[in-house]
């Protein structure tokens, strides 16, 4: 039997033969640098099974985002009697899975689920091609259907993953705008809004709706704004990895599903944060703030200026409350008061009087302690140590 050859690097996926390519989860797939590897940098992500093949001198550098992608990646094995070959070889390359593509699902929330505070009422995942004719597809329910001429205005959020691919934004709070790959955009109830896909490059979209009043305390406690509906995400193996587990959960929709599925939002909601946060620092940035949080947990007992600590950091105060925010979303003074009250609780449960404490702590008085104590427990400190 004649054997066949490996593809050349620079091989367009889309010229292989599709009957190798076989959908599997692959984790943390150990490689060597002897493979070949398909190209998996965003800008190579445009169509359908999307890169191509690069040598092993190129592949190094894409070992690590294979890694990260690699949770569900499609595995292109060569087959017995490829030449030069004596083991099977793997081949790495992203794109949507095929149980992805057009899958969408709506669902129904009763009393009991809109008293836990969040239910999902659809979500799903679309493959829009380069050139597309109609967006978004007509598969939709009407409530959820729009021209870009007219837009729309939902009756609840969602969150629409851009992985790959390009676009434009535009909504009554936030005006026009435009999205790069990796960006979440954010939807809202009344606002009226309207998006689509680049023709030039279409793009890869997870979705999930949902309502509740748990959402809607986050947008009143600042988390999330109508004016501000586009988090830089990037290409995220967390977010991507909430939105899959999501979509697997939708299909099995399961005893308890929108409990379930709310969980899921969450975790969506909190990876986006978190990702957007990073993508927005640079590791420097991430250590000042590491050494800051140190230095104020071993001087949880004296009293810490901020200009002071800035000072230490060499950079200025201002700054540092910046990083603090975009980092653990409070500023420095706020998360050095938590530190100071999780030891005054720790100090509650022993023989020190409340005037002791306060002043090991650094508080003015014991009344200064106790409002701030209240503040932050609602109760004062003499009733919560009754209470243990």
């Known amino acids: 039997m004649a054997s066949a050859r490996l593809p050349e690097a620079g091989t367009p996926i889309h010229s292989l033969p599709f009957s190798l390519i076989t959908p599997q989860r692959l984790g ?31 592949a190094t550098a ?38 992805d593509t057009d899958f969408f699902r709506y669902f129904t929330a009763g009393q009991r689920d809109r008293q836990w ?24 329910p009407d409530a959820y259907m729009f021209r870009w001429e007219q837009g729309r205005v939902l009756h609840e959020h969602t969150a629409l993953y851009v992985l790959r691919g390009e676009g434009e934004f ?60 586009l988090m830089d995400v990037g290409p995220d193996e967390t977010v991507l990895r909430c939105y899959l587990d999501l979509l697997d959960l939708g299909r099995a929709e399961p005893s308890g599903f929108q409990q379930l599925a709310a969980a899921g939002v969450y975790s969506i909601l909190a990876a986006a944060l978190t990702a957007s946060r ?15 949080k ?20 060499c950079i200025s105060p201002r700054h540092l409350s910046r990083l603090f ?22 100090l509650l449960g022993t023989d020190l009087s409340l005037k002791e404490i306060a002043h090991r702590l650094g508080f003015e008085s014991p009344f200064h302690l106790s409002r701030a104590f209240k503040n932050r427990f609602g109760e004062p400190p003499s009733q919560w140590r009754q209470g243990r």
Request: overall charge positive.
């Open 294 to 313: 140190v230095y104020l947990e071993e001087h949880v007992e004296a009293s810490v200026s901020i200009p002071d600590l800035a000072k230490a950091l």
């Open 170 to 229: 535009e909504s009554a709070a936030a005006g026009r705008r435009q999205v790069a790959p990796g960006t979440l955009i954010l939807l809202f109830p009344a606002d009226w809004h309207r998006y689509r896909p680049d023709k030039k490059t279409g793009w890869d979209e997870y979705w999930v709706s949902f309502a509740g009043r748990q959402m809607d305390e986050l947008v009143r406690g600042g988390f999330f704004s109508p004016a501000e509906p």
């Open 325 to 346: 925010r975009r980092h653990m979303g409070m500023s420095p003074h706020e998360f050095y008061v938590q530190l100071k009250m999780r030891r005054v609780q720790q």
């Open 117 to 140: 505070g969040l239910w999902v009422s659809g979500l799903g995942a679309t493959e829009i091609a380069p050139s597309w004719t109609d967006y978004p597809k007509r598969i939709h």
């Open 62 to 99: 894409n070992v690590q985002l294979c890694k990260v992608i690699g949770l569900r990646a499609f595995a292109l094995y060569a087959p017995p009697g490829y030449t030069g070959m004596n083991r099977r070889t793997l081949f790495l390359g992203i794109t949507m899975r095929p149980a």
């Open 278 to 292: 990073r993508r927005g620092s640079s590791e420097k940035d991430e250590q000042r703030v590491r050494e800051a």
């Open 28 to 58: 943390m797939t150990k490689t060597d640098n002897s493979m070949p590897f398909w190209d998996i940098r965003s800008g190579n992500l445009a169509h359908g099974l999307a890169g191509r093949v690069l040598s092993s001198q190129q």
